[in-house]
């Protein structure tokens, strides 16, 4: 979905948002739900049937997951107005919904996800970005790669598991 110009001069509207396929293959891809969030999601789709049943026949289906209440796409601008307001709300203060990208590859890297399953889950075209993008939350990794290094070469077979990048973290090379 993205919002494009309107060329036409008659327009109620200087923009208009469209409903399109993706742009590369890679950009389709199969995100793993877990039960919870299959839940969420069969909750979420009893409302929006109940709301389809409602709108009756103003209800223009276009196959989408949160519609407006006549089965239209939301407004993105919409979206992130109400999303920012929320955010300030409950504390996190002015946030745009790109940054629950940036917080759940954080939050993926903080458990321990390996760097190429992140970067696949967020749909980058090589790991090499993602690692330009978050290494500096790897810092942990190259602490305990030289730890672990250290402890085979000294006969000291202590296995260390990575860490986010402590803010005093020492530089490990």
Do not use: C
Not at 24 to 53: F, G
Not at 153 to 169: E, F, I, S, T, Y
């Amino acid at each position: 979905m993205k919002r494009l110009k309107n060329r036409d001069a008659n327009a109620e509207t200087r923009t208009k948002i469209v409903i399109s396929e993706v742009t590369t293959p890679k950009s389709r891809r199969t995100l793993a739900l877990t039960s919870e969030l299959v839940d969420a999601l069969k909750a979420h789709r009893a409302k929006h049937n109940a709301a389809r049943l409602k709108a009756g026949d103003a209800w223009l289906e276009h196959g989408l997951i949160f519609p407006t209440s006549s089965g239209r796409p939301s407004d993105p601008d919409n979206f992130s107005h109400v999303f920012s307001r929320l955010t300030k709300s409950a504390g996190p203060g002015h946030w745009h919904p790109h940054e629950l990208r940036h917080s759940g590859a954080s939050i993926m890297l903080a458990q321990g996800t390996p760097l190429h399953v992140v970067s696949e889950v967020l749909g980058h075209a090589s790991v090499a970005i993602t690692k330009d993008f978050y290494g500096h939350l790897m810092e942990g990794d190259r602490r305990a790669a030289t730890e672990s290094i250290s402890g085979a070469l000294l006969g000291q077979r202590k296995r260390v598991a990575p860490r986010v990048a402590p803010n005093d973290a020492e530089e490990t090379g």
